[in-house]
Nanobody, 125 residues
């Protein structure tokens, strides 16, 4: 059973930065492909970024491309989301998720089988 625990959320002013972490436990899932999604109040959960098993491939939503960077440290069983130039529209609960290799498009929510509890990110204008 894989467990995913997010941390690093908080309140930041527009233009600021935050780094989210997702600590994974439960072999072999710790090294599986991971993704970040977010959900704002009243909206659907949407894809933000994803990373392959060894980190060689990364994927981003157009809305965050050039501002967010996903990375992973498999020695620490942790995936990161560095968020720069934050905007008020980035305000949401951010979720880390895990999917099986070759389980479908990394952009699609239903490709992911395990989810963390989420961490709140609030960007003030």
């Amino acid at each position: 059973q894989v467990q995913l625990v997010e941390s690093g959320g908080g309140l930041v002013q527009a233009g600021g930065s935050l780094r989210l972490s997702c600590a994974a436990s439960g072999r072999p899932f710790v090294t599986y492909p991971k993704g970040w999604f977010r959900q704002a109040p009243g909206k659907e959960r949407e894809f933000v970024a994803a990373i392959s098993t060894l980190g060689g491939s990364t994927y981003y939503a157009d809305s965050v491309k050039g501002r967010f960077t996903i990375s992973r440290d498999n020695a620490k069983n942790t995936v990161y989301l560095q968020m720069n130039s934050l905007k008020p529209e980035d305000t949401a609960v951010y979720y880390c998720a895990c999917r099986l290799p070759d389980s479908g498009s990394p952009y699609l929510r239903n490709a992911y089988r395990n989810w963390g509890q989420g961490t709140q990110v609030t960007v003030s204008s």
